[in-house]
C-alpha cells in the first residue's frame, strides 16, 4: 500500500516491458512510442476509451481523481506549444483555465517528460479545482513521442515517488486515448485553441506531421510559426525502415492562395513516397502537379531529402529553398548543394534534377528553414539572418530537439515587435 496525501492504492507490480520501465522512472521515448501502439501492456489502470470521444477528457480527469482520491485536472496543450488548456477536473469542473509555459513550473514536466511533485505556493495561474492544493503532483500526458498536456492532482501533503509513477503511468494512457479520441471529435482541437485559427491555418495544422519523432537512431521536430494564420509552409517527415525522408516547402502569396499550393505540393511529395518513387521522380512530380493545377504566377520552393541511418548518407534536392545548415560539429556548416534548381513550375524544358550526397557524422544536427525564419526583420529593420540565428542557437545546444526548436521559433518571433508576416518553419533532424 502506498501512501500519497489521500487514500490509499495497491501499486501493481512492474513487469520488464516499455510500460514498467516508463512507470518505474526510467524512461525512453520509444518506450512511449511502443505504449501507445499496444496500451494493454500496461499494468492495471482504468480503461480511458469507455466513453464516447467528446466525453474522454472529463472521464480522464474523473478516473485519475476517482484512483488517488484527490482533486485532479487534465491539461492539453495549445496549437503553439506555448500554454495549457483545463480540458476537465474532478470533482468539480472548474471554469476555461489557460496556464503560460513561459513562466509556469508546469513548463518542466512537459519539457522534460517527466513527473513533478511542486509546491502549490505562489504558482501564477492556477486553475479553480486545484485552487486549495498545497502541493502539486505533474506528470506528462504522452501520445507517441509528443506530449499532448499534462495530469495534475493537488493535495495537502508533499506527494512521493509512487504517487509520480503512477501518474506518470496514467499519463501514457491518457495520451493514448486522447490521440485516438482526437480522430473523432472536435472538442479536443476547439480546447487547445485560444484564437481562431484562419482557413489557410486549419489546412496546415491538418496536413502536419506529428511535431516529434525519437527512436535510437535519429531524432525529428518541426514547428511552424504563426500557428494560427497565414498558412503557405509544411513540412513533412516519415520513417521506413533505416531511412528518414523529410521535406519543407514554402509557398508563394499569402491565406488560402499560398495553402492551395502547399496542399498540391504536399500531396505530390507524399503520393510520390508512398509510391516508392526517386527523390528526382518526386521532385518532377511536385513541379508538374503545381504546373498542371495552378497559374503561372504560383511556385513554391521546395526541398526533399533522404537520409539512410546506417550509412548515415543524405541525398538533397533543393528547387529554391534556403539552405539546410548541420550543426553540432566545430562550427556550423550550410551544406551547399551543387545545384540549386528554380522553384517548383519554373523548371526548364528538358531540364532534370538530380541530388547532391552528403555524409553527416553521428551527432550532428540538420536545421531545414523558410525563408520566414532568415528574412525576419529585427527593431532597426535589418534581417536575423542565418549568422543571427546560429549565435542564438549556441545557448540551446543540450536541449532535446523539439525543445531545441521552439526555442529557436522564439527567438525569431522575439527578434521583431511586429507580428510575423510569414510563417517561419523550423525542422531538425538529430543523428545519434
Known amino acids: 500500500m502506498v501512501p500519497h496525501g489521500g487514500r490509499s492504492f495497491n501499486a501493481p507490480a512492474l513487469p520488464e516491458t516499455p510500460a514498467g520501465r516508463i512507470i518505474q522512472g526510467q524512461f525512453s521515448h520509444a518506450d512511449a512510442r511502443r505504449v501507445l501502439r499496444h496500451p494493454e501492456t500496461l499494468p492495471g489502470g482504468e480503461d480511458f476509451l469507455a466513453p464516447p470521444p467528446g466525453r474522454i477528457p472529463g472521464h480522464i480527469a474523473r478516473r485519475v481523481s476517482e484512483t488517488f482520491g484527490l482533486p485532479a485536472a487534465l491539461f492539453v496543450l495549445d496549437l503553439d506549444n506555448t500554454a495549457l488548456h483545463l480540458a476537465a477536473s474532478h470533482p468539480e469542473p ?3 483555465e489557460v496556464l503560460d509555459l513561459r513562466e509556469h513550473p508546469l513548463s518542466r514536466v512537459i519539457h522534460d517528460r517527466r513527473p513533478a511533485a511542486l509546491s502549490a505556493a505562489g504558482l501564477p495561474g ?3 479545482p486545484l485552487s486549495g492544493a498545497e502541493y502539486l503532483a505533474a506528470a506528462p500526458v504522452l501520445a507517441g513521442d509528443s506530449v499532448a498536456g499534462a495530469l495534475v492532482l493537488g493535495g495537502a501533503e508533499p506527494f512521493g515517488a509512487e504517487t509520480l509513477r503512477e501518474l506518470a503511468r ?6 493514448s486515448a486522447l490521440a485516438i479520441a482526437d480522430r473523432y471529435t472536435d472538442e479536443l482541437k476547439r480546447m487547445r485553441r485560444r484564437a481562431e485559427l484562419s482557413i489557410a491555418a486549419e489546412l496546415q495544422q491538418e496536413a502536419l506531421p506529428p511535431n516529434e519523432l525519437y527512436t535510437e537512431r535519429v531524432g525529428v521536430a518541426g514547428f511552424i510559426e504563426p500557428a494560427y494564420d497565414i498558412g503557405g509552409d509544411w513540412f513533412d517527415y516519415a520513417l521506413n525502415g533505416d531511412r528518414l525522408s523529410v521535406a519543407i516547402c514554402d509557398a508563394a502569396g499569402k491565406a488560402l492562395r ?5 496542399t498540391i505540393s504536399l500531396g505530390a511529395v507524399r503520393n510520390s513516397r508512398r509510391r516508392g518513387l526517386s527523390l528526382q521522380e518526386t521532385m518532377l512530380a511536385a513541379h508538374r502537379a503545381l504546373l498542371e493545377s495552378t497559374g503561372p504566377e504560383q511556385f513554391a520552393t521546395l526541398l526533399v531529402a533522404e537520409i539512410d541511418l546506417r550509412t548515415r548518407e543524405m541525398r538533397v534536392i533543393n528547387a529554391g529553398h534556403p539552405l539546410p545548415v548541420a550543426v553540432g560539429g566545430k562550427e556550423p556548416l550550410p551544406l551547399r548543394t551543387s545545384s540549386i534548381y528554380p522553384p517548383l513550375g519554373g523548371l526548364e524544358d528538358g531540364q532534370t534534377y538530380n541530388p547532391d550526397i552528403f555524409r553527416l557524422e553521428p551527432g550532428l544536427r540538420l536545421l531545414f528553414l523558410s525563408d520566414g525564419v532568415l528574412e525576419r526583420r529585427g527593431r532597426d529593420r535589418s534581417p536575423l539572418g542565418l549568422k543571427g540565428l546560429l549565435r542564438r542557437a549556441q545557448r540551446y545546444a543540450n536541449l532535446p530537439p523539439f525543445p531545441y ?10 527578434f521583431g515587435d511586429d507580428p510575423l508576416r510569414d510563417d517561419a518553419t523550423i525542422l531538425g533532424v538529430e543523428l545519434r
Not at 496514467?170 to 495520451?175: I, N, P, Q, S
Not at 499560398?258 to 502547399?262: E, F, G, H, L, P
Open 170 to 175: 496514467l499519463g501514457v494512457r491518457a495520451g
Open 405 to 414: 526548436v521552439q526555442a529557436l521559433i522564439r527567438e525569431v518571433v522575439e
Open 258 to 262: 499560398a495553402a492551395a499550393v502547399a
Open 126 to 128: 492556477e486553475p479553480g
Open 94 to 96: 472548474g471554469k476555461r
